[in-house]
């Protein structure tokens, strides 16, 4: 197997960022991907006028790429807010307003995974209570997602970059996933694995895979350190997908990195053109 093996989509949020948003999936196109994915792209608003909704639904047919993944609002990204649906207040409230925008945004380009990222702790409130609001919340997505015909994902990041975000484990991010199934009953909660985030928790990554792969719904890579692209650190990140592969998981790998002081464009020679286009 290999890298030539895999369905790569590329995130618009963090590659291409050198172009202006609607110019970004056909860059992507231009390189040689017939996929994409995205963090919500308004930060500043869950619910942006249908213009421009509908121009950037344009942008990626006109491109013809196939959207595979998007965000739920999550505030800044990157940035210190790491998630909303946890957070009581206004952030909660955006989240739920996001809800029904992102999902019908989705079922209009034929995207069938929607991540909601969990968010963070925040002092003076307990624990409990935010954990008990982002059931509820995740509960809310995941029925959005299941009438679009979507999964809902659920991601583990990494401690060291965002401390305050209580899920930086697979084993965390599992029992959620397991929350939100009991309480919707409809199965189609999944875990986000994202081997860079994993790895910078200090996973055990062959047994993440070996437990996780069946109940993984996407998969994002990035190397380790510096969370650049494939072959500028040293994670394996050939020999994981390939076990990912070998478990089972059929998926998409979103490229979830930062090309570094180089334009998007030059950023994917550790991937031959004829492995670009997913099949």
């Known amino acids: 197997m290999g890298f030539a093996d895999q369905r790569f989509t590329v995130n618009l949020s963090i ?67 790491r998630g909303a649906l946890s957070v009581p207040g206004e952030e909660s409230a955006r989240f739920r307003a996001n809800i029904d925008v992102a999902a019908g945004f989705a079922e209009a380009l034929g995207c069938r995974a929607l991540n ?44 060291p970059e965002s401390p305050r975000y209580p899920l930086v484990s697979a084993a965390a991010a599992i029992g959620v996933v397991d929350r939100v199934d009991r309480a919707t009953g409809l199965g ?6 994202d081997l860079y985030h994993l790895s910078m928790n200090g996973e055990d990554l062959p047994q993440a895979v070996e437990r996780y792969a069946g109940r993984t719904g996407h998969v994002q890579i990035a190397d380790n350190p510096g969370r650049g692209a494939p072959g500028t650190g040293s994670l394996p990140l050939e020999d994981l997908l390939d076990r990912l592969r070998t478990a089972g998981y059929e998926g998409w790998v979103g490229l979830e990195y930062k090309p570094g002081d180089r334009p998007g464009a030059e950023a994917f020679d550790w991937l031959p053109a004829e492995a670009r286009a997913a099949r």
């Open 188 to 193: 189609n909660a999944r875990f986000l694995m």
């Open 116 to 159: 909601a990222l969990y968010g963070n702790r925040v002092d003076g409130v307990d624990p409990g209570e935010q954990d008990a609001l982002a059931l509820e919340n995740l509960a809310l997505a995941a029925r959005a997602a299941h009438r679009i015909g979507a999964v809902l994902l659920i991601e583990a990041l990494n401690e």
């Open 15 to 81: 590659l291409f960022t050198e172009l202006p948003l609607l110019e970004r999936p056909a860059a992507a196109a231009a390189a040689g991907f017939t996929a994409v994915e995205l963090w919500w792209p308004w930060t500043g608003s869950p619910s942006p006028g249908r213009a421009e909704l509908d121009a950037l639904r344009r942008a990626i047919q006109d491109a013809g790429v196939r959207l595979t993944g998007l965000n739920f609002y999550a505030g800044r990204l990157p940035g210190p807010d």
